[in-house]
Structures are given as structure tokens and as C-alpha cells.
């Protein structure tokens, strides 16, 4: 048995058409006998001896039964034309995966309008697995391989008799069943040896691609297109390497190549993936990626104009789309890029796929099969126009990629510094386990070296560094070899990350916003690639923190939403209408992460989808919880600002505004119970408001969206002094005598402003004056004035009797009561030639304000007001004949929160959105 399993180890892959001619209609062959002709023919190879081939081509006798139909070419197209006409594409497995699918591909090569196209693929999906498993159980005696072989022959049947007729499926099926009787025997010969070396188990396996390669050339050819299929193990010639590698022989492939295109001149190539051949004609694949990496060889082979991986992902991803949703494709990377970034775990090629294309210049596209409108993401040189554009901060750091489950490992003492060699003694330690070092470490002191290995592989290696280093340890030249187990590496990859000062300081100020603590860093002097190590419970936040601070918009708001009631759920429809025109015309990118009402909220991590929040917080909405709301907000680590915005009447939420700003969470509001709380407690908020870079916008506090606090702000700032302010401030109060004429009852015109969303939730807050002296308290205290809401007297129009009723329904109910005594006031002043008006002063001269109902000539600016006018008069120093004057509707769900989004707009702007 010994001499046996040494035959099979030398065995090549020309061998076995012929050598299962005598065995593939007699499945009953003795075990003895099938050994013998199986060794006997490998052996015969071995010596060069070549037993009789049925119908082969001169170089193989694989696909000799195509080329005997193929078109007449003249000798000036044998030669194989270099260059520019030929594009490389490759389809893996999914692509291959099913008859429609691998027509699907045929109808892709087919509509590629190159000249010449060579086309690699891979074996349809989970037929290498399938061949895989022949070979396990036939080495392990298990029977069960003969039906698993008819498995496979019967995926391939029936995916040819779906795409194949007449004489082309003929052709296939005549030479899969050969294929499959050669390999019954073969697999007996392993079963009866027992084993199988890894040179007849890269033939079994290869035949996934032989028959999907003969497949799809089949398809072509059946549209009337001129197609030859490729065995690349006639052509690509590869060395193996020491760490399960290889390495292409080009010199030998290139010639080998011309040779077979002068037997085979065509437009159309479809080679094998995967598969090659030793200088000795042993057949081997190319290991891990192995399709890609024979697209590449390929396509410097042919020095090709371009090389396409077809596969099932729209391109590359600027970090893992699982672990940041916010990721996004990427249109170009560099070869050095692509290599680096695929070092580090992302999905991208291996990096020795882009060795040879590099070569030549010649681009790689990663184009989505499922997926033709996307474009793909190029890996190209870089182009000149790319190398200038330093505005973008995408163009520095174009991806990031993480590595899980590492150990660090820490070598430290002060016996290390100045002594040459101790590195090497360390990592000779390491490469005698045979752990691979993924980042090295040391700090110019010398006092430490630090690296990352697998974490399975750590124990190994500390172990390896105790033994080496036991003396040293022991004698205190060194202090200690320690492992960090639990960590990840994040690392920042971009190849115009050189030269450019500040790149690391932003991925490290992301890492400390994000409260990440970095345990180790490196950035070689190439620096195309910052690498951190982090704990790996950190590593996604990590990721998120970083991934943010370089590809979202700076401007980019996670907001909270606090009371969706009339105002705050107009807000919420206002911005579900203009979201996008922010996003794509000004850059701000407005996510609302969470609404808080007072008996239920919504969170989510991504920003809710504001078409669908009524329905998603029935579905989804949670209790409320405000400390666990305003933590989901602003822990929300991948968006770099947090707002929370208050649509709520609430003093409780409003005496939390200077924790948040504390907090840096800005805050806007059209709730006026901060500004006219307490005195000690507004003094303490706007302090801390200008002393820290935390915003706070409360525009519709005062006239809606009417542009009153900031014209008092602007005249403040700029110098002018306020002399008074003197206006109409309720919405509901000014719709009310606007409209409480002809007739009509006082308490039906109430109804009817609460029903137009002017008032107050509770309107007795409008007609008690409240509202207003609330006004009056915030803009008296913007100009300076240190008042509390108990120094303005307030004339109330709220029936004594009814001040205490216990809702603001039972109010409604009880108020036509009172309409009498309404109509008489009103009575009095139409018959004196005026009107009534319910106004508030602010003197801030004398310092005082006042909140009454006053009595105007008809031809006064007060009383030509309509709706829900306000009207604000500023009398300034500067504006002392003709006062500044402010008019427009000044109540109302539209307007209100407009001067909401406005003032959220202003708080973009603060954090650098384009004005
Ligand atoms: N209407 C207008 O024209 C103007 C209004 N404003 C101000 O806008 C704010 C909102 O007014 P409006 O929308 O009319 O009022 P609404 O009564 O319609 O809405 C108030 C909302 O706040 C919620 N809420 C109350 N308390 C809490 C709490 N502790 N936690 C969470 N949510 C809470 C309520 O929730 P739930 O429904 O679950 O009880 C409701 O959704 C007020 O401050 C008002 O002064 C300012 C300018 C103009
Ligand atoms: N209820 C208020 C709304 C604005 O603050 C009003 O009527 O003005
Ligand atoms: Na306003």
C-alpha cells in the first residue's frame, strides 16, 4: 500500500482519461486490480512513458472533443494578440451557481463588446465542497462516496440538459461521464489506499471547474460565438511556496499560453479558475481565492485592458456594512489600497490577486452580478485628479478594517534597550511556534516590544517567549512577557493618508470621543495604513466612531424628539419633506433617533423612518424612559452631534436642559418654561450656554416662527439699546379679538383657535395672560432685565369661577357661560370707536413689564391685525420714531414648527454646514 500512495503523490494530470478506459464500464473490478492499473498507468507516466489517449488534442486530451468544431482562423489570428483587445472577467461560484445563472453570465460576456474576451471561471457553487467530501470519504471507507459522485454527476446533467441540446449537450454529457467514470476509480483507489495526497485530491477537485468552464463555452458557442474552453493546468505553470502558496511561473505560462492559442485562436476564452499546474505537470490549485488569482494571472498574461471579479456584493465597502450600517461603496481604491484593506479582513482580494495586475496597470473592477446598475468599485492607480482633491476628507482614509480574537503580547523590561538582537531573539521565539505576527510595536525607548498574534495562537507563543527568555526573566533584565488576550485591531487604510498632517489626529480624536481607549498603535513610514488596537468589545463602537468622523457629514445630528404632539409631529412630517434636499444640497444629515412622548417612546439606531413613525411606535414604541431615551440619543457613538428637541409644554424637561448642554447635547425648544422658570435657574442655563460650545435655540418661544429673539439678539449684538418692546404676543389671544366681532359668542371663537392649533395645551394658559407674561419674562430677560414671572402683572381673562377647573376640557365646557360678560367689554369699546387688544410691555427702561387688555383706535398698527397675527414693536435707540416692528402670524402648527426646524438648521450651521 505504501509504494502505492507514492505513485498517486507523483501522479499528473494528463493521466486519466486513459487509465479508466479499461475500468469505466466495469464498475465490478476487483479493488486489487483497480489499484494495480491506476499505479501501474502513474507509475508508466512518471517514466515518461504515455499510454495510448483517446481523441486529445496535441496537448491534452481534456477538451479534444471541442476543438474538432471549431471555426477556421488564418495563421495571422494563431498568434496570440497582446494588449488593449482582450478584458478578463471571473465568475466564482454564486455566479455559476445554476442553468439560469450561468446563462446570465454567457449573456454578461456576451454584451461585454471587447474584442476578445477571456472568461474565468469557478465550479458551479458548492461543487468543490462536493468534491471535497468524495475524497474524505472515500480516504475514510466510507461507500457513501459512489452516491455522492452521482449527486454530482446529476447536478451537472440536469444543469446541461436546462442550457445544452443537440450535438453541444451531446458533447458535454459524453465527457462528463467519462470525467465521472474516471473518477468512480480513482475514488475506489483512494478508498482501498486510504488516503490520497493533496496532488490527486487538486485533480478531483478541479473537475468543478473543467465541467462549468466546458459548460459556459458551450452556451456561447450555441449563440453562434466563437468560443474555445480552456484547462488552465495546460497553461498556468505555478511553484509552490513554503506556506501553502504559489507562485506563478510567468516566463513559462506566457509561452505556454501562446502555444495553446495557436492551437486554439478564438475571440472568446473560457479558462478554468482555481486550478494550474507544477513545472512537473502535477496538478494544484491555487489555494484560497484561487479564481481571483487566475483572473489576475491572466490578465497580465494577456496584459489585458481590464480585469472584472464578478461577485454578489455591490463592491467594496468603506468598512463591514454589518458593523456600520453607514458604509458605503467605494468608486476607486489604489492597489496598495485594496492590498492593505484585504490584509486587514475586509473582503476585498487577496492581496497577492493584485500583484500581477498591478504589474501591468491594469484595473480590477468588483462588479455585482445580482446587481448591473451598480457600478462597481475600480482598483486602479491612482488618477491625477484624485491625488489633488485634499478637501475631502473620504479621499485621506478610505477604509477601515477590523481583525477580531487577537492576543497582544508584551515583552518588557529595561535589559532590552541598546542590546542588538533581542528582537530578533523574540520573533525567532515566535516563528518556532509558528504563530503569524499580524502588528509589531516598540516605542524608541527600547523598553518594550509589543505584537499581535491569533488569539489561539498566543499560548503557544508566550510559552516559546518564557522558555527563550527564562534567564533574562529570571534575573530581571526583563520584567515581563505579558498577554492582553481580548483585543481587535482597527485599522485606517488610505494611501493619501502620506504626507497629510492631521489624518491620525482625527481618527484618534473619533477614538477619544467615542471613549475608546487604544492599547497599542502602529502606522508604518509608507503610511497608507494606521493601525490601533483596541479592547474587542470596543471594536465595533470603535469602528463606528471612526468610520463617522471620516465619512459622514460633519454636520451630521442624531435628535431626540421630545413630545410629539400638534407641533412636535408637524416638525416630524416637516422633516420626513425635506431630509433629503438637506442631505443632498447642504450636506446636513438630520437623523432622528428617537421620539419620546409621555407614555411611550421609539428608538432606533440607524434614525426612524419619519414616513412610518406613528405606525412603527404601535409596533415597536417601548415605555418611556426618559434617562434611557436621552442615553440611546446621544450614546448613539457613530453620529458625531446629538440634539434633543423639546415640543413639550414640561417644566420637568425643560429643568433638564443644563445637564444636557452639560453634556454637550444641544437643545432647541419652543417650550417656555426654561426661559421663564425660575430667575436663578435661567441665569445658571445661559451661562453655562455661553461659556461652552453646546447650543441653545429657542426662537419659537416668542412669536412662533416669527423672528423675534434673534432681531432682539441682532440689535443686542450689535450695540443699539432697547427701549421697549411692546406687542401683541398670543396667537390666540390676537385671533380671538380679531375675530370675536358681529356677534359672535366669545367662547365659540375660543374653540375655534384651540381647534386651529394656536393655543396652548391647556388654553387657559393663553387666556390667563400666562402665555404672554411668559413672552414678556423671556425677551425682558434677552434684553437683560433680571425679572421673575411674579413681577409682571398679568390682567387674566379667565373667569374667576373657572380657574380651578380641573381640565382644560371641563373649562372649554363651562366657558360659554361667561360670554355675556365678553360681548359687554366688547360692546363698549366698538361703540367708543376702538378695539380690544390683549397686549404685553416690556419697559426696559424702568425695568418692568406688563400683560393686559388694552383698548386701540381702529386706525392703530394693533388693530389691523388678522388671523393670528402677532405684532412686535422694538423701540431702540436706533429705531426711536419708527419702531422696529415684527408682524405675521404668530401661533399655528405650520409656523411654530418651522421656527423650530430653522433654529435646528441655525444649530447645522453652528457645526459647520454650509451657509
Ligand atoms: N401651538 C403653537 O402655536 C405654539 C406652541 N408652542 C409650544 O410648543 C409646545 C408644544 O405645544 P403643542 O404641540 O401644541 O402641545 P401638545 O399638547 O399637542 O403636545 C405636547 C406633547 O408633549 C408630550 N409630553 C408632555 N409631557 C411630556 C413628558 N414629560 N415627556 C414626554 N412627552 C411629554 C405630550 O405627550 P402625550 O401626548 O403622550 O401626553 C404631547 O405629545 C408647547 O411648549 C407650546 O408652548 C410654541 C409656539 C407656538
Ligand atoms: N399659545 C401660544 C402659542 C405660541 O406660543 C399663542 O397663542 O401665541
Ligand atoms: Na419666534
Not at 485530491?201 to 474552453?229: P, Y
Not at 438637506?582 to 421620539?595: P, Q, S, T, Y
Not at 406688563?850 to 397675527?869: C, I, M, N, T, W
Amino acid at each position: 500500500m505504501a509504494s502505492f500512495s507514492a505513485s498517486l503523490s507523483h501522479f499528473s494530470y494528463i493521466s486519466p482519461t486513459n487509465a479508466s478506459t479499461s475500468l469505466q464500464h466495469d464498475n465490478k473490478i476487483p479493488d486489487s486490480q483497480c489499484a494495480f492499473l491506476l499505479s501501474r498507468r502513474f507509475h508508466s507516466l512518471r517514466k515518461g512513458i504515455t499510454l495510448p489517449r483517446r481523441k486529445e488534442s496535441p496537448s491534452t486530451g481534456i477538451h479534444a472533443s471541442f476543438t474538432d468544431v471549431s471555426l477556421d482562423v488564418s495563421m495571422e489570428e494563431k498568434q496570440l494578440p497582446k494588449g488593449e483587445s482582450w478584458s478578463v472577467h471571473k465568475f466564482g461560484g454564486t455566479c455559476m451557481g445554476s442553468s439560469q445563472r450561468i446563462k446570465n453570465v454567457g449573456d454578461i460576456v456576451l454584451n461585454d463588446d471587447s474584442e476578445r474576451k477571456l472568461v474565468v471561471v469557478s465550479a458551479m457553487s458548492k461543487v468543490t465542497d462536493m468534491m471535497y467530501d468524495l475524497i474524505h470519504k472515500a480516504q475514510s471507507r466510507d461507500e457513501s462516496y459512489i452516491s455522492s459522485l452521482d449527486a454530482v454527476l446529476e447536478k451537472h446533467s440536469s444543469t446541461a440538459h436546462d442550457m445544452l441540446d443537440g450535438d453541444y449537450l451531446a458533447t458535454f454529457l459524453s465527457k462528463l461521464h467519462e470525467d465521472i467514470n474516471n473518477l468512480k476509480a480513482m475514488l475506489r483507489a483512494i478508498y482501498i489506499a486510504g488516503h490520497a495526497t493533496e496532488s490527486f485530491a487538486d485533480f478531483v477537485v478541479g473537475h468543478g471547474e473543467l465541467w462549468s468552464a466546458q459548460m459556459l463555452s458551450l452556451v456561447i458557442r450555441k449563440n453562434g460565438t466563437d468560443c474555445k474552453w480552456m484547462d488552465t493546468r495546460e497553461v498556468l505553470i505555478v511553484n509552490p511556496t513554503g506556506s501553502n502558496q504559489v507562485d506563478p511561473d510567468y516566463l513559462e505560462s506566457e509561452q505556454r499560453l501562446e502555444k495553446w492559442y495557436s492551437l486554439n485562436p478564438c475571440k472568446v476564452i473560457i479558462a478554468t479558475g482555481f486550478i494550474a499546474s507544477t513545472p512537473q505537470k502535477i496538478p494544484t490549485t491555487l489555494k484560497r481565492d484561487g479564481s481571483d488569482f487566475s483572473a489576475a494571472i491572466m490578465g497580465a498574461l494577456f496584459r489585458a485592458r481590464q480585469v472584472t471579479i464578478w461577485t454578489d456584493v455591490d463592491g467594496v465597502y468603506s468598512a463591514d456594512p454589518r458593523k456600520v450600517s453607514e458604509a458605503v461603496i467605494l468608486k476607486t481604491l489604489s492597489y496598495q489600497e485594496a492590498w492593505e484593506m484585504s490584509y486587514f479582513g475586509a473582503n476585498v482580494l487577496h492581496p497577492r490577486t493584485i500583484i500581477p495586475v498591478m504589474r501591468y496597470g491594469i484595473p480590477i473592477l468588483i462588479r455585482n452580478i445580482f446587481n448591473l446598475s451598480a457600478p462597481g468599485t475600480k482598483i486602479c492607480h491612482p488618477s491625477v485628479s484624485d491625488n489633488e482633491d485634499r478637501t475631502n476628507m473620504q479621499n485621506f482614509v478610505k477604509g477601515f478594517a477590523t481583525i477580531d480574537n487577537l492576543a497582544l503580547v508584551n515583552v518588557e523590561g529595561t535589559g532590552m534597550a541598546g542590546v542588538p538582537g533581542t528582537a530578533s531573539a523574540i520573533f525567532g521565539a515566535v516563528k518556532d511556534v509558528g504563530a503569524n505576527v499580524i502588528m509589531i510595536s516598540q516605542a524608541s525607548s527600547e523598553h518594550s516590544v509589543c505584537f499581535a498574534v491569533p488569539e489561539k495562537e498566543v499560548k503557544a507563543v508566550a510559552e516559546a517567549l518564557q522558555s527563550r527568555f527564562r534567564q533574562a526573566l529570571d534575573n530581571g533584565r526583563l520584567s515581563q512577557v505579558a498577554v492582553i488576550p481580548n483585543c481587535s485591531i482597527l485599522a485606517a487604510v488610505g494611501q493619501k493618508m502620506a504626507s497629510t498632517p492631521g489624518v491620525s489626529a482625527t481618527l484618534f480624536n473619533a477614538l477619544a470621543k467615542a471613549n475608546i481607549n487604544v492599547r497599542a498603535i502602529a502606522q508604518g513610514c509608507s503610511e497608507y495604513n494606521i493601525t490601533v488596537v483596541v479592547k474587542r468589545e470596543d471594536c465595533i463602537k470603535a469602528l463606528r466612531a471612526v468610520h463617522s468622523r471620516f465619512y459622514l457629514s460633519r454636520t451630521t445630528i442624531a435628535m431626540g424628539v421630545i413630545g410629539p404632539g400638534l407641533i412636535g409631529s408637524t416638525l416630524l412630517d416637516q422633516l420626513r419633506d425635506q431630509a433629503s434636499v438637506l442631505k443632498e444640497e447642504f450636506n446636513i444629515d438630520l437623523r432622528v433617533m428617537g421620539i419620546l412622548g409621555s407614555k411611550s417612546m421609539l428608538l432606533s439606531d440607524v434614525g426612524i423612518d419619519l414616513a412610518r413613525w406613528k405606525e412603527l411606535r404601535e409596533e415597536k414604541g417601548e415605555v418611556a424612559d426618559l434617562e434611557k431615551f436621552v442615553q440611546h440619543v446621544h450614546g448613539n457613538h457613530f453620529i458625531p452631534n446629538t440634539a434633543l428637541v423639546d415640543c413639550t409644554a414640561d417644566s420637568v424637561i425643560a429643568g433638564y436642559y443644563y445637564d444636557w448642554l452639560r453634556k454637550g447635547i444641544h437643545v432647541v425648544t419652543p417650550n417656555k418654561k426654561a426661559n421663564s422658570g425660575p430667575l436663578d435657574q435661567y441665569l445658571r442655563l445661559r451661562a453655562l450656554q455661553r461659556q461652552s460650545y453646546t447650543h441653545y435655540f429657542y426662537e419659537a418661544t416668542v412669536g412662533a416662527g416669527l423672528p423675534i429673539v434673534s432681531t432682539l439678539r441682532g440689535l443686542l449684538e450689535t450695540g443699539d439699546k432697547i427701549l421697549q418692546i411692546e406687542g401683541i404676543f398670543s396667537g390666540t389671544l390676537s385671533y380671538i379679538f380679531n375675530n370675536f366681532k358681529d356677534g359672535r359668542a366669545f367662547s365659540d371663537v375660543v374653540a375655534e383657535a384651540k381647534e386651529a392649533g394656536y393655543t396652548e395645551p391647556d388654553p387657559r394658559d393663553d387666556l390667563s395672560g400666562t402665555d404672554v407674561a411668559r413672552k414678556v419674562i423671556i425677551l425682558a430677560r434677552e434684553s437683560g432685565l433680571k425679572l421673575e414671572l411674579s413681577n409682571i402683572p398679568v390682567e387674566s381673562l379667565v373667569p374667576e369661577p373657572l380657574r380651578v377647573c380641573a381640565s382644560a376640557q371641563e373649562f372649554m365646557q363651562q366657558l360659554p357661560k361667561f360670554d355675556p360678560e365678553f360681548a359687554k367689554k366688547q360692546e363698549d369699546a366698538e361703540n367708543a370707536g376702538e378695539v380690544l387688544r390683549y397686549v404685553g410691555v416690556v419697559d426696559v427702561t424702568n425695568q418692568k413689564g406688563v400683560v393686559e387688555l388694552r383698548r386701540y383706535k381702529k386706525d392703530h398698527p394693533f388693530a389691523q391685525l388678522s388671523g393670528a397675527d402677532n405684532i412686535i414693536a422694538f423701540t431702540t435707540r436706533r429705531y426711536k420714531n419708527q419702531p422696529l416692528i415684527v408682524r405675521g402670524p404668530g401661533a399655528g402648527a405650520q409656523v411654530t414648527a418651522g421656527g423650530i426646524f430653522s433654529d435646528i438648521l441655525r444649530l447645522a450651521s453652528y457645526l459647520g454646514a454650509p451657509s
